[in-house]
Nanobody, 115 residues
Framework: QVQLVESGGGLVQPGGSLRLSCAAS????????MGWYRQAPGKQRELVATISSGGSANYADSVKGRFTISRDNTKTTVYLQMNSLKPEDTAVYYC?????????WGQGTQVTVSS
């Protein structure tokens, strides 16, 4: 059974930082492409960042230079370091794993950026 468990969300002031974690189980983590997506109220879910099994990262233009995705294969965990947070980053953040043709999602963690 695949499980992706996110943690690290919360309330932060504009300009602040948070680090999200996603602990994976039930998959061959080292060969999975891992990703973070987010969904704001009234909007569609959108890509934030992905990291391949080889460590190549891709980012949405809106987070480039502020967010960093990383992975620890020994801990089967993927991280999202979020700096210089803006109110428009407020959303539920979801962890995603892909090993073709399968895809799995976590339950999400809320990130709220507000003063």
């Amino acid at each position: 059974q695949v499980q992706l468990v996110e943690s690290g969300g919360g309330l932060v002031q504009p300009g602040g930082s948070l680090r999200l974690s996603c602990a994976a189980s039930g998959i061959i983590f080292r060969i999975a492409t891992m990703g973070w997506y987010r969904q704001a109220p009234g909007k569609q879910r959108e890509l934030v960042a992905t990291i391949s099994s080889g460590g190549s990262a891709n980012y949405a233009d809106s987070v480039k230079g502020r967010f960093t995705i990383s992975r620890d294969n020994t801990k089967t965990t993927v991280y999202l370091q979020m700096n210089s947070l803006k109110p428009e980053d407020t959303a539920v953040y979801y962890c995603n794993s892909r090993i073709w043709p399968n895809e799995n999602w976590g339950q999400g963690t809320q990130v709220t950026v507000s003063s």
